[in-house]
């Protein structure tokens, strides 16, 4: 299984970016995924996440500023990000859940239940 992340970059306050994670390897219909960030000096924590039925769950910070979404077709995850604010700047991971009890139902991210990871990419916000 590989997850290749893009679409990070630099913006000012209120810019947007689209993230995306390209997967080989791994059936996004079966299984519960995700998008992760980790600040310096802080631990990673999830942003948003999306199961089998299409159920997607978003941490407070980002609800109504963030959206992910998932294209079948193209085996590829998005996280849309709009309003950005410098509190968002991090490096950013898709992450994809292993086979175990209760796969894909689970819509909001866990570290424990995600066994590939990408590679991360950087999203840097200026004030």
């Known amino acids: 299984v590989q997850l290749v992340e893009s679409g990070g970059g630099s913006v000012q306050t209120g810019g947007s970016l689209r993230l995306a994670c390209a997967t080989s390897?791994?059936?996004?219909?079966?299984?519960?995924i995700g998008w992760f960030r980790q600040a310096p000096g802080k631990e990673r924590e999830g942003v948003a996440g999306?199961?089998?039925?299409?159920?997607?769950s978003y941490t407070d910070s980002v609800k109504g500023r963030f959206t992910i979404s998932i294209d079948n077709a193209k085996n590829t995850l998005y996280l849309q990000m709009n309003s950005l604010k410098p509190e968002d700047t991090a490096m950013y991971y898709c992450?994809?859940?292993?086979?175990?009890?209760?796969?894909?139902?689970?819509?909001?991210?866990?570290?424990?239940?995600?066994?590939?990871w990408g590679q991360g990419t950087q999203v840097t916000v200026s004030s």
């Open positions: 992450a994809a859940e292993s086979c175990q009890p209760g796969s894909g139902l689970w819509s909001r991210p866990s570290i424990p239940r995600y066994a590939y």
């Open positions: 390897g791994y059936t996004y219909s079966r299984y519960s």
């Open positions: 999306i199961n089998r039925l299409g159920i997607t």
